[in-house]
């Protein structure tokens, strides 16, 4: 069944990052969520801010990272994928572009007790405004 993605972010909220290393980000987390859902996909999307730190939170319905395997997830060549399946790079390059842009990435799984446990993978980026000025 195709997934459906729920996109609950606040468009008031904007951070300091490098736009196209970002949405590499995205592209690794959406896909990783993606993969990891079987029956009735969901992905939601959600964004908080304390100030000075932007929290994004990519949420799924999947089948969830074991506790153990946590700890690996972003480990080049590391996966939960079947084999031929993922090449374990996609973690390791979220880490490292968040890393490089100042942020953090975290992982929480399982979320929900049954059968479709869940990951929640946050993101935390310094928060900025737009400035007009510069932009025009």
Do not use: W
């Amino acid at each position: 069944p195709p997934v459906q993605f729920c996109n609950l972010c606040d468009r008031e909220l904007v951070v300091l990052a490098d736009s196209q290393r970002l949405l590499q980000v995205f592209i690794n987390l959406l896909g990783n969520a993606r993969d990891a859902c079987d029956s009735d996909p969901q992905v939601h999307i959600r964004t908080a801010s304390n100030g000075s730190l932007v929290r994004i939170d990519v949420e799924d319905n999947g089948c969830g990272i074991p506790v153990e395997l946590q700890g690996q997830v972003f480990e080049p060549f590391f996966t939960t994928k079947d084999p031929g399946a993922g090449t374990g790079l996609g973690l390791a390059l979220v880490y490292s572009i968040m890393d490089d842009m100042g942020g953090r990435v975290q992982i929480s799984s399982p979320l929900y007790t049954g059968e479709n446990p869940g990951t929640r993978v946050t993101l935390h980026l310094p928060s900025t405004r737009y400035d007009p000025v510069a932009e025009g």
